[in-house]
């Protein structure tokens, strides 16, 4: 049982890790960062609407009080736009610092935590925040040379970074007693339908039939067997397990991106990555002993 649960959380990352390279490959197919995000919302909504309807689970989202449906409709926001800005920043920068940018999210959740929920980082957290930052920064200087990579792409993944911790923050008070198959299916909806109304201002929706293979692969691996299979595993492993797991996703996809593409990473962005993703392990393991350190003091 238990190489069943490891096996399940190998596959979710590997899932989860396969995101960026079939976002480079949809991109380079010549569909739009937006057309990208709306189809892999979009089928992924139409997979999970059937059994939403028939278990009553959706129902019971849209019966929601108004403040948690506000709540589900910011999230579903704040996705669109986590998609728009990290999947156009991969037209720029490589797949493993996009990737490992963007994982600096748990920092903002931070942030946004201790400026609208007076809810202070903890203390054993902030050496691995700390690690974290100067690597995003090693990362920032280097691609200001013009050298290594792209600053608008470090900014856009970044940007992204922000986005989606918004999002979990607006989905984790959203979601106090909302069915979870109701919440993600009404979230993926409206993420859509916000990235159809967005796509205006960014040319429009448009792709090739050769990137629609990608789109498929980031809707079915990626949504529904990445994240998808992470959030049903929170059930039989920690939380502390599923988020040391998700550290190796850049890990992942620079080995993806590399066995797919052969794309390079050079080695100074290599080690400012590897930077961000040590400081994100320290943070991870501190958050962890603050819990535990309060759970022996209640």
């Known amino acids: 049982m238990k190489m069943n649960k490891g096996l399940l959380v190998f596959l979710a990352v590997a899932g989860v890790s396969i995101s960026g390279p079939m976002v480079k490959w949809s991109l380079a197919c010549g569909a739009s960062p937006v057309t990208i995000a709306f189809g892999r919302m979009c089928l992924t909504a139409l997979v999970l609407l059937v059994p939403a ?40 920068a490589s797949t493993f610092v996009s990737t490992a940018l963007v994982c600096t999210q748990p920092l903002f959740v931070a942030a946004l935590s201790g400026i609208l929920l007076h809810e202070p980082i903890k203390r054993e957290a902030v050496p691995g925040a700390i690690v974290a930052i100067i690597g995003a920064a090693l990362i920032a200087l280097l691609s200001m040379t013009g050298e290594h990579g792209s600053l608008l792409g470090d900014v856009l993944a970044l940007l992204g970074a922000m986005f989606i911790a918004g999002h979990w923050l607006c989905g984790r008070a959203a979601r106090r007693d909302l069915p979870a198959l109701g919440y993600m299916t009404f979230v993926y909806i409206v993420t859509a339908l916000c990235l159809l109304c967005i796509s205006p201002f960014t040319g429009g929706l448009h792709a090739t039939k050769e990137s629609l293979g990608g789109i498929i692969v980031l809707a079915l691996a990626c949504t529904l067997g990445g994240h998808a299979l992470m959030t049903y595993l929170l ?26 593409f052969d794309e390079p990473v050079t080695v100074p962005l290599l080690i400012g990555g590897l ?20 759970g022996k003091r209640d």
């Open 53 to 92: 309807i028939r278990s009553g689970e959706l129902l019971a989202v849209l019966r929601a009080p108004r403040r948690q449906l506000l709540l589900a409709c910011a999230a579903g926001f704040l996705l669109a736009l986590h998609y728009t800005a990290w999947m156009t920043s991969l037209s720029f």
């Open 235 to 260: 059930g039989y492993v920690s939380a502390d397990v599923v988020s040391f797991a998700l550290l190796g996703e850049p890990i992942g996809a620079a080995i993806w991106s590399l066995l797919l």
């Open 275 to 294: 930077t961000v993703i040590a400081g994100l392990a320290m943070y991870t393991y501190g958050e962890m002993l603050a819990a535990r350190r309060g």
